[in-house]
């Protein structure tokens, strides 16, 4: 069975995307989830401006967690520009309390376009950390470019963000944080997905390594493709980090059903191979997802 960190669903259909596609349904995922074996899911919701076309509400999303759908692990999803955030104001810490107290996990999935130490960040941050809220972001490449916290190559900024907040757990994800597995070659390989083998490594596994409080998001496109694009070092890399990766899917649509499918047959196979031992199998899939949460049934 695997846990699914990172997921995207609506209870009312939302406006389509430009290609035509929307949310999958609670009820659809739960049907896709019971096929391939995913028994609990980290229900990201969306912030209408951030990188979503409507908002969607977090109380509704805790209440049907607890009511509906017990599979679902309920995020806040809360932002560095809300409630006159300022280091002179309490209205994050207020507002993470809260959440928390309905029965939200964690914090994010964080798009905000700031550099990771902008004040506001670190406002926001310190009362994740005061509550024992994890955060899941996003990475831009810069503000002003699309959606995400934004830090320069080799992720300067997000260190020191690791340096102040120790005992805050910080899950990476997206194609600017997955690309720095290996070294990079041009600012491309931070907005898509590099290809070949990694020769060397990257920024990211040394500050893996340095701070324990780093850990990775595995879903989507971005984190298959880290692993995928070298099964050797894919082997490797999860063995090393096997007490800080997490499986995810990021489904945002029934389109990406089919990608999920195939990302889960790959895992499968790689601990079938031996690639990788069941222990880190199970980590990964589930077993991290589990304490992080303090999930017991």
């Known amino acids: 069975m695997f846990i699914d960190i990172h997921v995207h669903t609506r209870f009312v259909p939302v406006m389509p995307r430009r290609d035509g596609s929307t949310y999958a349904s609670p009820d659809e995922l739960e049907k896709f989830y019971q096929e391939v074996g995913i028994e609990k899911a980290v229900i990201l919701p969306g912030l209408s401006e951030a990188c979503s076309h409507g908002g969607q509400s977090i109380e509704e999303l805790a209440q049907m967690a607890k009511t509906k759908y017990p599979w679902m692990i309920p995020y806040c999803n809360i932002a560095p520009e809300m409630v006159d955030n300022s280091a002179y104001t309490d209205g994050m810490e207020r507002m993470v309390q809260y959440y928390k107290s309905i029965g939200c996990k964690g914090v994010g999935e964080v798009c905000s376009n700031f550099w990771f130490d902008d ?8 009362a994740c950390e005061e509550y024992d809220m994890p955060v899941t972001f996003h990475i831009s490449i810069r503000p002003g470019y699309r959606y995400g916290i934004a830090d320069n ?26 690309a720095e597995i290996g ?50 070092y894919a082997a490797k890399f999860m063995t090393e980090f096997q007490d800080q990766l997490y499986f995810g899917t990021d489904i945002c649509s029934t389109r990406n059903f ?40």
Request: aromatic content about 10%.
């Open 153 to 178: 190559e080799g992720l300067p900024r997000l260190e020191l963000v690791l340096k102040l907040f120790r005992n805050l757990t910080f899950l990476g994800h997206s194609q600017a944080f997955w």
């Open 258 to 297: 089919d990608f999920a499918r195939n990302y889960i047959s790959f895992l499968l196979e790689m601990r079938d191979n031996g690639e990788i031992t069941a222990e880190v199998f199970e980590k990964i899939a589930r077993g991290n997802a589990r304490k992080l949460f303090g999930i017991k049934d």
């Open 119 to 126: 004040p506001l960040m670190l406002n926001m941050f310190a």
């Open 183 to 232: 070294p990079i070659k041009s600012e491309q390989d931070r907005l898509g997905y590099p290809k070949g083998k990694i020769e060397k490594e990257g920024r990211l596994p040394f500050l893996m390594r340095k701070y324990p409080n780093l850990h990775g998001d595995l879903s989507a496109g971005s984190g298959c493709n880290a692993l995928m694009r070298d099964r050797e």
